[in-house]
């Protein structure tokens, strides 16, 4: 059974944090990808991964990083926790498209709450 | 830049009627491909269909079916015989190639008994 898994499924931080988030698939995939998902704006693309070390700016990568140092492992960085980044954040993985595979899967969600 | 625009924030459907969702999208290209995903309460991304650009034939799996009109840009979602278990936040989304999925903001469907 295919599995992307995020660290924490609802998270409290303090305005100015540095907050991890962490997803990690075990399917091997090339692609991982960080969602902002906010009601009424549907799912907004932050950041992305094509390969290790790789990472490409999504829509709205303003106060995010990210790192890909393994395959299997893509972390979304907060540096400074402001309370506009109160938001559902979902990761998502998926195999190159030269594989012929499109479908992506995600993990359940962090809800991170910042005050 | 792509984009895909659903219109309906929220529908609702009796218990074992039908549901039409609706999805539009804006694309230069003639090869991609179009999903509709359903997030449950669980908060689960769950694919439900997919359609290939290129081939005419609206996709079918069970009680859900596409119409898919290419020139129109235009991919609704006919979800048959409803059930409780289909209520849900359903997103149509784009992909080209090997660039990330383009989401719509999302469908709430709520299913009446």
């Known amino acids: 059974d295919v599995k992307v898994t995020q660290s924490s499924r609802y998270l409290v931080k303090r305005t100015g944090e540095k907050v991890f988030l962490e997803c990690v698939q075990d399917?091997?995939?090339?692609?991982m990808f960080w969602y902002r998902q906010d009601p009424g704006l549907g799912l907004r693309l932050i950041y992305f991964?094509?390969?290790?070390?790789?990472?490409e700016k999504g829509d709205i990568p303003e106060g995010y990083s990210v790192s890909r140092e393994k395959k299997e492992r893509f972390s979304l960085i907060l540096e400074s926790a402001s309370t506009n980044q109160t938001s559902m954040y979902l990761c998502?993985?998926?195999?190159?498209?030269?594989?012929?595979?499109?479908?992506?899967?995600f993990g359940q969600g962090t809800r991170l709450t910042v005050v | 830049a792509q984009t895909v625009t659903q219109s309906q924030p929220e529908m609702s459907v009796q218990e074992a009627e039908t549901v039409t969702l609706s999805c539009t999208y804006d694309?230069?290209?003639?090869?991609?491909?179009l999903f509709w995903y359903k997030q449950p309460p669980s908060r689960q991304m769950i694919l439900v269909i997919r359609?290939?650009?290129?081939?005419?034939q609206n996709a079918t799996e069970n009680r859900f079916s596409v119409n898919f009109q290419k020139a129109a840009k235009s991919f609704s979602l006919k979800i048959s015989d409803s059930q409780l278990g289909d209520a849900a936040m359903y997103f149509c989304?784009?992909?080209?190639?090997?660039?990330?999925?383009?989401f719509g903001k999302g469908t709430r469907l709520s299913v009446i008994a």
């Open positions: 998502a993985s998926r195999p190159t498209s030269l594989s012929g595979n499109t479908e992506a899967f």
């Open positions: 399917m091997d995939h090339e692609n």
């Open positions: 991964s094509y390969d290790v070390k790789m990472k």
């Open positions: 694309t230069s290209e003639s090869d991609y491909y």
């Open positions: 359609q290939e650009a290129y081939k005419q």
């Open positions: 989304a784009y992909l080209r190639g090997n660039t990330p999925l383009v």
